[in-house]
């Protein structure tokens, strides 16, 4: 019902920048709640960022002023920039969707990030 396409992912340098994008279908984008969350290998999936319907943005305490999230309804996607990486952001990022209306969450496929020298 909801598909999302996730985008941007690939290998960087530590101290180097990606930017991941997630377009999504669906009738109506400016209802979801939209975040990336991360799996590393052997860990539990985590959050990175979200941006509410109205742009509120939260950060997790390992990214903040390094991420930016940001969200383009007219586009029906949701990005991530990514700055000043590090190994330990090495994992796969996942685009999260959270209805506002209702309790439905949806998750895309995810996209690799490296972070290796």
């Known amino acids: 019902q909801v598909q999302f396409v996730e985008s941007g992912g690939g290998l960087a340098q530590p101290g180097g920048s990606l930017k991941l994008s997630c377009q999504v279908s669906?009738?109506?984008?400016?209802?979801?709640?939209m975040g990336w969350y991360r799996q590393a290998p052997g860990k539990q999936r985590e959050l990175v960022a979200t941006?509410?319907?109205?742009?509120?943005?939260n950060y997790s305490d390992s990214v903040k002023g390094r991420f930016t999230i940001s969200r383009d309804n007219a586009k029906k996607t949701v990005y991530l920039q990514m700055n000043s990486l590090k190994p330990e952001d090495t994992a796969i990022y996942y685009c999260?969707?959270?209805?506002?209306?209702?309790?439905?969450?949806?998750w895309g496929q995810g996209t690799q990030v490296t972070v290796s020298s």
């Open positions: 941006i509410a319907i109205t742009g509120t943005r």
């Open positions: 669906v009738r109506v984008f400016g209802i979801l709640n």
């Open positions: 999260n969707a959270k209805n506002s209306r209702t309790t439905d969450e949806f």
